[in-house]
């Protein structure tokens, strides 16, 4: 079998197609062109198989409680707690969407989620604050890939269901990435805000203050904590940890009387339908990897790679570039969909980790919805901000470099993603 259902797939995708009709339409077509119709059944098995999964069940229970922390206001009491205790450092509002973006992301694992949510209440602030829009906006673009980095990560879980991978070792991999980019995007931001002279946001809190604002956003707090000790533990799988969450925030939200039983059928029904098109998306790409898999095409582009080097930090390198590439055209759940099947077993024959690999390839792809001209989180920031995508993109610059930074940091030192997975017993 050919492989021309990857330049079906690319041109019905460059017409505008929505990629799940997409990943169905390619395959579907070259199997038609090529006499080959007797595996339409395998396509159809392969969409219905890639939804019915138990481990898929945790992307609409993280969904939903990623919504009902962004409606019940709890996003107010995280930049309470970062204002508390880091709004006396320069340029201290943005310094205090970065930490925000860090804590929020232990709740959503959502890039979009973040940027919209904390960009509605930051970018006002920090332009009231001296700070130019397009700076703001361009921090909030930047901070709010932490959210799929830091664990849960809804696109974690998806590698890890079309990989084989383990979630939970995923999530204990995922950590130190995600600190190391929030700590490097504070250390540009003190950078250039002393540059440019950007003030603080408030005097340095005394410990009493601190305690108040942590106490506000105690049991906010407590969610990634119960989350991630959970998984690690062994306590519960991670559908188990995600549909505890959803249940979490939800009590606390009504408990708390941020939200009201008469805005549960509208969350249920927005939770729904996103986590539809998640599903969609998810079986279009199993039943399009199954032709892959058919086509040889894994073993054609394994031979390619080869052929180009031998060195596995080549490779990776050349893998890195790719994935770039990739990001700047392609949302991250669709191109880990798409190309995880392809890469993974070539890294493998290389010799890397497999979960070494899933973690740079997710960090390499979240970063890829802050860059031009596709990126998603830059339309959000642009959408909520007024300022043109161009203009943020341009701003961001000094964030995309701390980024791409980051990303040979965790390629090159297999140990700042591998240490924490081997002391928990997900990786040998």
Not at 337 to 346: A, E, M, Q, T, V
Not at 354 to 369: D, E, Q, R, S, Y
Request: hydrophobic fraction near 55%; charged fraction near 10%; aromatic fraction near 10%.
């Amino acid at each position: 079998m050919g492989i021309s259902f990857f330049w079906i797939l690319l041109s019905v995708m460059f017409l505008g197609m929505p990629v799940a009709f997409a990943l169905l339409f390619a395959p579907g077509l070259s199997l038609f062109l090529e006499g080959k119709e007797m595996f339409y059944l395998l396509l159809t098995q392969r969409l219905y198989n890639g939804i019915d999964s138990f481990p898929l069940m945790a992307i609409p229970f993280f969904m939903l409680a990623g919504e009902v922390m962004n409606r019940s206001g709890i996003t107010l009491s995280l930049v309470q707690v970062s204002q508390a205790f880091i709004g006396h450092l320069r340029g201290g509002l943005a310094q205090i969407n970065i930490l925000s973006s860090m804590l929020f992301a232990g709740l959503s694992g959502s890039a979009v989620a973040d940027c919209s949510a904390l960009g509605k209440m930051l970018i006002p602030a920090m332009e009231k604050n001296g700070y130019s829009r397009r700076f703001a906006a361009a921090v909030t673009a930047a901070s709010s890939v932490i959210g799929p980095i830091i664990p849960p990560s809804g696109i974690m879980i998806l590698y890890a269901f079309v990989m084989n991978v383990s979630v939970g070792g995923l999530f204990a991999a995922g950590l130190v990435p995600g600190f190391l980019v929030g700590v490097s995007l504070m250390a540009m931001t003190w950078f250039l805000a002393r540059r440019r002279g950007y003030k603080v946001a408030s005097e340095k809190a005394s410990w009493s203050e601190r305690g108040t604002a942590v106490k506000q956003a105690f049991w906010p707090l407590l969610t990634p904590v119960i989350l991630l000790g959970g998984i690690l533990s062994g306590v519960f799988t991670p559908t188990e940890a995600a549909a505890v969450a959803a249940a979490y925030a939800l009590v606390v939200s009504l408990l708390s009387k941020t939200m009201t039983v008469s805005n549960l059928p509208s969350l249920f029904y927005a939770t729904a339908k996103s986590s539809a098109v998640i599903l969609f998306l998810v079986g279009s790409a199993v039943a399009f990897s199954s032709v892959i898999s058919l086509s040889g095409a894994p073993q054609k582009v394994a031979a390619i790679m080869v052929s180009l080097t031998e060195n596995p930090l080549l490779l990776l390198l050349i893998i890195n570039l790719l994935l770039l590439f990739v990001g700047m055209f392609l949302d991250a759940g669709p191109a880990i969909l798409i190309l995880g099947p392809i890469l993974g077993p070539i890294v493998t024959q290389f010799g890397i980790d497999p979960l070494h690999f899933a973690i740079v390839m997710c960090v390499n792809l979240t970063i890829g919805l802050t860059t031009p001209p596709m990126g998603l989180v830059l339309f959000v920031a642009s959408s909520v901000s007024g300022e043109r995508v161009e203009t943020i993109s341009r701003e961001m610059l000094p964030y995309l470099a701390v980024h791409i930074m980051v990303i040979l940091l965790i390629t090159y030192i297999p140990a700042l993603t591998m240490t924490l997975p081997r002391l928990l017993g997900f990786a040998s």
